[in-house]
T-cell receptor
Framework: KAGVTQTPRYLIKTRGQQVTLSCSPISGHRSVSWYQQTPGQGLQFLFEYFSETQRNKGNFPGRFSGRQFSNSRSEMNVSTLELGDSALYLC????????????FGPGTRLTVT | GENVEQHPSTLSVQEGDSAVIKCTYSDSASNYFPWYKQELGKRPQLIID?????GEKKDQRIAVTLNKTAKHFSLHITETQPEDSAVYFCAASIGGQNFVFGPGTRLSVLP
């Protein structure tokens, strides 16, 4: 099976712009979670989508949003970018069975200037 | 909500020695505890996990133990090798949802 894929891998944006990141889960996985990884804050949970519905949400401002399509692919959008949004954004997919293993994609490195 | 603490934040061991990383969690409802290894510039990789109905699990040189009463779980790596050098993250989850990660441990295996 192919692993979790994310596009683009690298992105440079300017403050105030918006950005959309994409994640394709492992075939058959219906749950996609998004994380922000920064050197100082570790892995911070953004939100999780399951069957096109947001099932869980972390403590991030409303500028961070996401969605999931019927084929389980997910997108994450960040509006009005701030310098502090520079980070590695990781998505992870799981089968969503109780205790199902979660596997990460390679991440998108976002730099906001 | 769930809170996961992880210690130590950095760990240096000699090649061939053992390494132990400990995590504590706060929510007694958590029942799934994975460990991830992240090498520099790479994605976190699931290396071992344990569920709350098991006290210990082993996979070659890696083992994880869980103490539900004390709400802590530990990663044990024996006969460490230079390729074990990485950042290790523990996480706690309820039913495979709402993963909360520890802050990570940077392990250095010295030759």
């Amino acid at each position: 099976k192919a692993g979790v894929t994310q596009t683009p891998r690298y992105l440079i944006k300017t403050r105030g712009q918006q950005v959309t990141l994409s994640c394709s889960p492992i075939s058959g996985h219906r749950s996609v979670s998004w994380y922000q990884q920064t050197p100082g804050q570790g892995l911070q949970f953004l939100f999780e989508y399951f069957s096109e519905t947001q099932r869980n949400k972390g403590n991030f401002p409303g500028r961070f949003s996401g969605r999931q399509f019927s084929n389980s692919r997910s997108e994450m959008n960040v509006s009005t970018l701030e310098l502090g949004d520079s980070a590695l954004y990781l998505c992870a997919s799981s089968s969503a069975l109780p205790g199902g293993e979660q596997y990460f994609g390679p991440g998108t490195r976002l730099t906001v200037t | 909500g769930e809170n996961v603490e992880q210690h130590p934040s950095t760990l240096s061991v000699q090649e061939g020695d053992s390494a132990v990383i400990k995590c504590t969690y706060s929510d007694s409802a958590s029942n799934y505890f994975p460990w991830y290894k992240q090498e520099l510039g790479k994605r976190p990789q699931l290396i071992i996990d344990i569920r709350s109905n098991v006290g210990e699990k082993k996979d070659q040189r890696i083992a994880v133990t869980l103490n539900k009463t004390a709400k802590h779980f530990s990663l044990h790596i024996t006969e460490t090798q230079p390729e074990d050098s990485a950042v290790y993250f523990c996480a706690a989850s309820i039913g495979g949802q709402n993963f909360v990660f520890g802050p990570g441990t940077r392990l250095s295996v010295l030759p």
